[in-house]
C-alpha cells in the first residue's frame, strides 16, 4: 500500500515562494498520476495541479503560471514549486496519487499546511 509524506509547508509573506515535496513509499503502479490538491478555511478541496507517468501536467485556473508541478520517478517524489503566493492560497494542501491498474486506487496524504500572510 502506497504511503504519502508531505513536507515544505510553512508561513510565507505574499508574492514569496515555497516548495512542496511529496514522498511515496510502497509499490506505485506504472500507470498513474500524481498531484496536489487544496482545502482553504470554508472552502471545498480542489485540485491545484497533477502530473502523470507520461509527464503531462494539468493546473487549476488559479495557479497558472505561478505554480510548477514536477516529479522524480526515481525517488517517487512529487513537487510543487509555488511562486507569487497570494493570500487566496492560504490552505492545507494534499498530495495524491491515483493508480490506473487492474483496479483503480487512490491514496491521499496528511496535508501540509500553507499560509500566506503579511
Known amino acids: 500500500q502506497v504511503q504519502l509524506a508531505e513536507s515544505g509547508g510553512g508561513l510565507v509573506q505574499p508574492g514569496g515562494s515555497l516548495r512542496l515535496s511529496c514522498a511515496a513509499s510502497?509499490?506505485?503502479?506504472?500507470?498513474?498520476?500524481m498531484g496536489w490538491y487544496r482545502q482553504g478555511p470554508g472552502k471545498e478541496r480542489e485540485l491545484v495541479a497533477s502530473?502523470?507517468?507520461?509527464?503531462?501536467?494539468n493546473y487549476a485556473d488559479s495557479v497558472k503560471g505561478r505554480f510548477t508541478i514536477s516529479r522524480d520517478n526515481a525517488k517517487k517524489t512529487v513537487y510543487l514549486q509555488m511562486n507569487s503566493l497570494k493570500l487566496e492560497d492560504t490552505a492545507v494542501y494534499y498530495c495524491?496519487?491515483?493508480?490506473?491498474?487492474?483496479?483503480?486506487?487512490?491514496?491521499w496524504g496528511q496535508g501540509t499546511l500553507v499560509t500566506v500572510s503579511s
Open positions: 495524491n496519487v491515483k493508480e490506473y491498474g487492474a483496479r483503480y486506487l487512490e491514496t
Open positions: 502530473i502523470n507517468s507520461l509527464g503531462t501536467t
Open positions: 510502497g509499490y506505485i503502479f506504472s500507470t498513474n498520476a
